[in-house]
């Protein structure tokens, strides 16, 4: 395969990705407008958050491709954390390389930048919006069902659903056109 198909194969994973999250955001929303219960609610929250988590990553992995395979971008820093790796000494003196957990807002953040950089594509979004404090509040309550300390940290309101309705909104405001523009 030569560098322009594996490019393209690369945005196309990267689209096909997108838009099966998305997929599975809306029969969330289904399953939990048709049969609202605690799980469906819960469900629905996880489908928002792996739209997110999952495309994040995506996007960092189609950056570094892009800088490793078409054109070079980055800083030896900043591939570091496209691979979401912490570089550190053993006692020995030996190399060691970790995985880094990166949070969720600054990784987000941090992908969209290189991605738009390794595409040579300008991009800004106002994290002074409504759409950004929802996704601060969303993870907030990903968190919250995913590692309960009581039976109320599972139960799921209106309003949480709204939130992620919210953020998962402007997520795909923010990442449909830089999908879009990859086609």
Partial sequence: ?????AKTQQ??????????????????TKAWKGNPCGFTHR????AVMTLIEGNTSRFKQAALWIHTNDHPVFSPE????????????????KVHVKSLPIPILTNLSFALDCYCRAMNK????????????????????????????????LHISDEDL???????SFYIQITLPLISASR
């Fill in 43 to 46: 469900s629905y929250i996880r």
């Fill in 122 to 153: 300008p991009f800004h979004f106002d994290k002074s919006s409504e759409g950004w404090e929802s996704l601060k509040k969303a993870i907030a309550i990903r968190n919250r069902i995913t590692h309960p300390k009581s039976i109320d940290d």
């Fill in 78 to 93: 900043e591939i570091t954390c496209l691979k979401e790796e912490f570089v550190t000494l053993k006692e020995n003196g």
């Fill in 162 to 168: 709204n939130i992620a309705g919210q953020a998962s």
């Fill in 11 to 28: 945005l196309q994973d990267l689209d096909s990705l997108f838009y099966m999250l998305v997929d599975d955001v809306i029969a969330a």
């Fill in 1 to 5: 395969m030569n560098k322009v198909s």
